[in-house]
């Protein structure tokens, strides 16, 4: 579960340390939900979007109250909790109770386009069309299903990639790939456009808590904004959001902390 959280638009590279480190101070979801949350966004580091934290530690709250502390393994329990959607339930289902679950990731979505539909890429988003396909493709037996869900994502993450020539030479399902079988058909829906970062809110976001994260103690607000020179007017709508979204909190003094 907490995998799943840090995983949500963050490579696995910079997840591995700080998954590592979070386990091993919060093994269970009593241990993380028995510190405020501040400690969590600290803890986060520099994954981006911290909100992702709070609402971990929030789900982990529910969970010691409303399940034992135990992570539930029935999807509709799992969405249940704070900042759970569809994808992660069913992740956590399969990945961690072997359930069968239609786990659909872009990597998943891009495999079965090519290899069932024929098509460079996935709309984009699901349709009803893309899980029924999906649903034929889920093995009946959820220890098998649960397999196919691991296999199916590895292999658009390893194999049949969104960037560059996939490697059909490693790929085991090649012979049967309606997309190269087609002559590999160029993309013709809507542009792919790459997300941007340098400059944006989430960017000035990010700099302004790494100085909360950093301190020991709370810290005046102009030093908090100073931590981004590009625009005052930006890391002053920067902070206001991250009071508005309860990251950042004022203390008796009016000095900032998480």
Same mark, same amino acid.
């Given at each position: 579960?907490?995998?799943?959280?840090?995983?949500?638009?963050?490579?696995?590279?910079?997840?591995?340390?700080? !998954? @590592?480190?979070?386990?091993?101070?919060?093994?269970?979801?009593? =241990?993380? +939900? #028995?510190?405020?949350? &501040?400690?969590? $966004?600290?803890?986060?580091?520099?994954?981006?979007?911290?909100?992702?934290?709070?609402?971990?530690?929030?789900?982990?709250?529910?969970?010691?109250?409303?399940?034992?502390?135990?992570?539930?393994?029935?999807?509709?329990?799992?969405?249940?909790?704070?900042?759970?959607?569809?994808?992660?339930?069913?992740?956590?289902?399969?990945?961690?109770?072997?359930?069968?679950?239609?786990?659909?990731?872009?990597?998943?979505?891009?495999?079965?386009?090519?290899?069932?539909?024929?098509?460079?890429?996935?709309?984009?988003?699901?349709?009803?069309?893309?899980?029924?396909?999906?649903?034929? !493709? @889920?093995?009946?037996?959820?220890?098998?299903?649960?397999?196919? =869900?691991? +296999? #199916?994502?590895?292999? &658009?993450?390893? $194999?049949?990639?969104?960037?560059?020539?996939?490697?059909?030479?490693?790929?085991?399902?090649?012979?049967?790939?309606?997309?190269?079988?087609?002559?590999?058909?160029?993309?013709?829906?809507?542009?792919?456009?790459?997300?941007?970062?340098?400059?944006?809110?989430?960017?000035?976001?990010?700099?302004?808590?790494?100085?909360?994260?950093?301190?020991?103690?709370?810290?005046?607000?102009?030093?908090?904004?100073?931590?981004?020179?590009?625009?005052?007017?930006?890391?002053?709508?920067?902070?206001?959001?991250?009071?508005?979204?309860?990251?950042?909190?004022?203390?008796?003094?009016?000095? @900032?902390?998480?």
């Amino acid at each position: 579960m907490v995998s799943e959280f840090m995983l949500q638009q963050t490579p696995a590279a910079r997840v591995t340390p700080v !998954w @590592l480190a979070w386990i091993e101070r919060w093994p269970t979801p009593a =241990a993380l +939900a #028995s510190e405020p949350v &501040g400690e969590a $966004v600290r803890a986060w580091g520099r994954l981006g979007y911290p909100r992702r934290a709070q609402r971990l530690h929030a789900a982990a709250s529910a969970i010691v109250q409303r399940f034992a502390g135990q992570v539930p393994a029935d999807e509709a329990d799992l969405r249940s909790l704070p900042g759970v959607g569809e994808y992660t339930a069913a992740a956590i289902a399969s990945f961690a109770h072997a359930r069968r679950a239609l786990v659909l990731d872009t990597n998943v979505r891009r495999v079965l386009a090519r290899l069932d539909g024929g098509e460079a890429f996935p709309p984009a988003s699901i349709s009803k069309t893309e899980r029924t396909r999906a649903e034929a !493709w @889920l093995p009946d037996d959820p220890h098998a299903a649960a397999l196919w =869900a691991v +296999a #199916s994502m590895e292999l &658009g993450a390893q $194999v049949c990639i969104a960037t560059g020539r996939p490697v059909c030479g490693r790929c085991p399902v090649a012979d049967d790939c309606a997309w190269r079988a087609a002559g590999y058909p160029e993309w013709d829906g809507p542009e792919r456009k790459a997300q941007t970062y340098a400059g944006t809110d989430r960017q000035c976001r990010g700099a302004l808590l790494a100085v909360l994260r950093d301190a020991d103690a709370p810290v005046p607000r102009a030093k908090v904004l100073a931590a981004w020179r590009t625009d005052a007017e930006q890391a002053s709508r920067a902070l206001a959001s991250l009071l508005d979204d309860g990251l950042v909190r004022l203390d008796c003094a009016g000095d @900032l902390t998480l």
